[in-house]
């Protein structure tokens, strides 16, 4: 078929034609072609190439793939490969509980099995709702066959009453009014149906663009693929043509480990903050780095990505949503304008064939309003920064906690450059904030700094998105929509909140959160990039002394298993046991 191949055998042909073992041979073929497949394409010397389905009705940010299928197969075919297409386990981002982020593991852990224990030379993993794509890429990581990512792309553009209408931001946006009293529970629901026009995942750059364009800034899509709207002609045109590049890729054995390495995440940090990418990116780069066998570490997200710029004006961070980014130029726009200002390592290999640097060719923003060039950025030095001290080892910081609201209102003393304080409030999980938050005993004020634990890895269990939280009815409507927050879980991707998360070890397992009080002050340090609470060393060590974790309830066997083996946010959120398997498809399963 092509002579890059010289003489290797792919190893679907161990299944499918392997006159040593003429017994599982002929049970292998008998039953794949009972209804799907022909012996004579089976024997024919053709690659078989996997298409992980995440669509389903249980999963609509992605129900675009099961419609995008026929094409991906229709490109395998042409490029002389037999498509097999496989259902894997449902992530939907709004749908599960406790959290979807509990069951990125399980899908990650299913992938694996799959890709390596079936007749697999290749796979298309289609992409879409946040945990979808990082699921798939530690899966691909894992096993090390070609593997290429699709993604569905967002919905079209939601609009309310003539403005943008924006996924996730009109919740929260509507939560507030609906806490001030401005609309009621119809017109809240109403405004929040109105984001989701169409098929597609999240149309703000949320934790599902973020983690799509990450993919793409790491090599493992088209150039292009991944802002395209999920009706769009061109979202068609895309999965045909990754269908027929994954044949290719088999063909030139390119594997994920020849594109995952550590300048292509350097990549995709520093992407990541151009476009103003979500606060889940760090934990799946992360995971998937560690099953890529990368040497990576959460500080690299201040050391690379802080002083990148902002450069895509698309909500939370700006203003358009996916429509405009993708017209704009999507991903390879912004990673051209990197590119230019020489701060990217152009010259890694990425999926197409070709480096990173040949596939930005001619790549530039078409509407600077949309995508900035990165001398005229909407913001400069936007990554993130890395904390630590004694309440956590580490933790992440939006920058745009620091507004002009917060440096006035929480400013230590005059005088004190950088370095902010404020009173404690301290919640013990979500059910315990909405319990308490209105409760006025609290003393919560425009200086107090909201507390939430016990919602990491292990206590949630899965790391739930809540240290988003709203302050109290009363001083939002005295005019604060938003007090700093602080804790061991994480926050939606489409939330603007001031925040300071994904703190690690979490305080189940006896990280510095757990030992806070409310009422205890906190400051925040910038100039040293720690965040400390002012008690005295003594009080500290006799409050750890007394401190016995809290309770944990498994209600199911996975959430057991999960917590067993799951390691921390700063680590990726990973089954630690899972980080030795490396590159598993070297070794053919026994049969
Ligand atoms: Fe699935 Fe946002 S909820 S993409
Ligand atoms: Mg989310």
Redesign the pocket.
Known sequence: MSNTRANKRFRSQEWFDNPNNPGMTALYLERYQNQTFTREELQSDRPVIGIANTGSDLAPCNKIHIFLMDRIKAGIRDAGGIPMEFPIHPIQ?TGKRPTAALDRNLAYLSLVEVLHGYPIDGVVLTTGC?KTTPAQLMGAATVDIPAIALNGGPMLDGWYKGRRAGSGMVVWEGRRLLAEGKIDYEEFIERACASAPSLGHCNTM??ASTMNAMAEALGMTLTGSSAIPAPFRERMEMAFATGKRIVGMVLEDLKPSDILTREAFENAIRTNTAIGGSTNAPPHLQAIARHAGVDLNVKDWQTIGFEEPLLVNMQPAGEYLGESFHRAGGVPAVMAELHKAGRLHAGVMTATGRTMGENLAGRESVDHDVIRPYDNPLRKNAGFIVLSGNLFDSALMKTSVISDDFRKRFLSRPGAEGIFEGRAVVFEGPEDYHDRINDQSLGIDEKTILFIRNVGCVGYPGAA?VVNMQPPDAVLRAGVNHLPTVGDGRQ??TSESPSILNASPESVVGGGLAYLQTGDRVRLDLNTATMEALVEPDEWARRKADWTPPEIENQTPWQEIYRRHVGQLAEGGCLELATAYQRVARNLPRD
């Open positions: 981002e946040d949320g934790t998105e939606s991707g």
